[in-house]
């Protein structure tokens, strides 16, 4: 990805065909259409697009803002293929902003969640993260990333929806990548709700589970899991997965865990499963996979998020490798789905 997205392949190839200094200029400006997205994911104008074309005017009544503010925001973003304009003025929805409308498949929270207040300050911050390689987020907020949302429920929100969102889309790509046959038992660790683990369980009757996750955390999972009609198959169990992991499973699985987390931090996590797991279980993380070479991946952005965020990382597939083998396991495959996410499997080994 080397500017903004155009939606059509005539515009990428416009973009592509300009000079070096503008084409890192567009680069450079990026933080310009993010702003404009989230101006939008705020105000709600999918939504109120999803019944069909609307003139501005109409728009700005509905979301409350500024005819002409709004009307040069949305010309920005229909330039981009965010949105689109008909032949009357009106604007309509693209496969782009379809996204934005808020039910199944959305991305409006992430978009609310990305570009407003402490993810917006702690990328602001990455030079204090490159020179020192300290978090920019606990330098730009106050404090490291889980502590602030516990203390800031008005971020915590977009935040903790934001997750959900892309939990659902990524619970459905795992089910239909991976085989869970011969499976009898899954602990999902850091589970939070138990969204991921109730698709599983739904379609693979064969299975029961554990979802793990902080106190206050399995105790909404067991509410969710009950209400899902998965109670007599599924445990909501609280701990610190820092100090132990329930007993029992002969699968193991991690969503989104262990990128949040250093090398060793990571290790400490994988030892404890270790140590819970019989011989020959299986571990599963669901992770963005950073591919070797220069060439574009959206997970080398997310390593430097993370980097940001929390100090934790994205790895390639050997330093998975690295990973499992000093915590006791054997990296046997890498499975894509058709998320940005990946299920990276092993096998205990001693």
Known sequence: MSTVIME???????????????ALTQMVSGYWVSQAIYVAARLGVADLLAGGPKHVVELAGAC??????????????????????????????????????????????MAIHMVEGPSWRAWGELLHTVRTGETAFAHANGSEVFPFYAAHPES?????????????????????????????????????????????????PHLSGVVFDQPEVADAARERLAA???????????????????????????????????????????????????????????????????????????DVHMMIMTGGRERTESEYARLYADAGFRLTRVVPTESMMSIVEGVKIG
């Open 156 to 204: 915590a929100e977009p935040f903790n929806q934001a997750m959900t969102e892309m939990s659902a889309a990524t619970a459905e790509a795992v089910v239909r990548a991976y085989d869970f046959g011969g499976m009898k038992r899954v602990v999902d660790v850091g589970g939070g709700h138990g969204q991921l683990l109730a698709a599983i369980l739904k379609a693979n």
């Open 64 to 109: 409350g803002a500024n005819e002409a503010a709004l009307y040069r925001v949305m010309r920005m973003l229909a330039g981009v293929g965010v949105f689109a304009r008909d032949a009357e003025g009106r604007f309509r929805l693209t496969p782009l902003s379809e996204p934005l409308r808020t039910g199944p498949g959305s991305a409006r929270s």
């Open 228 to 302: 899902e009609g998965l109670g007599g198959r599924c445990e909501a169990e609280g701990g610190d997965f820092f100090e132990s992991v329930p007993e029992g499973g002969d699968a193991y699985l991690l969503k989104w865990i262990i990128h949040d987390w250093d090398d060793r931090r990571a290790g400490v996590i994988l030892k404890n499963i270790h140590r819970a797991m019989p011989e020959g279980g299986r571990l599963l993380l669901v992770e963005a996979v950073v591919p070797e070479g220069d060439g574009p991946s959206f997970s080398k952005h997310m």
């Open 8 to 22: 059509t392949e005539e515009n990428t190839q416009q973009v592509q065909d300009v000079p070096p200094a503008v």
